[in-house]
């Protein structure tokens, strides 16, 4: 019995670890958005391309007249979703 709970607990661990690192990921691109971070360093390049695939659904979901609003509205809600989502199943998986 002992040996089930600690497999989920350690799915939920790995689940959670999960969303914090594609939120991390959308923040970073975030983040070099605004600093105006070189976009032909591969480091600027992975961030973007790596955060456009995970934001697909969200980042070009609003229409604010500023672009760094844009930005930060349609990635930063990608960012927010998947950690409440990923946190949320990995606390569900912890219960049982």
Request: net charge positive; hydrophobic share 55%; glycine share 6%.
């Amino acid at each position: 019995m002992s040996s089930q709970r600690n497999r989920t607990s350690q799915a939920g661990t790995i689940i959670a670890r999960a969303a914090d690192i594609v939120a991390a990921i959308i923040l970073l691109w975030i983040l070099m958005y605004l600093l105006d971070a070189n976009p032909a360093n591969d480091l600027v390049q992975f961030a973007h391309d790596a955060s456009r695939w995970l934001a697909g659904w969200s980042h070009d979901l609003f229409t604010f007249d500023a672009e760094w609003a844009r930005v930060v509205a349609g990635y930063g809600l990608a960012a927010v979703v998947y950690l409440l989502i990923g946190h949320a199943v990995a606390g569900r998986i912890r219960r049982y």
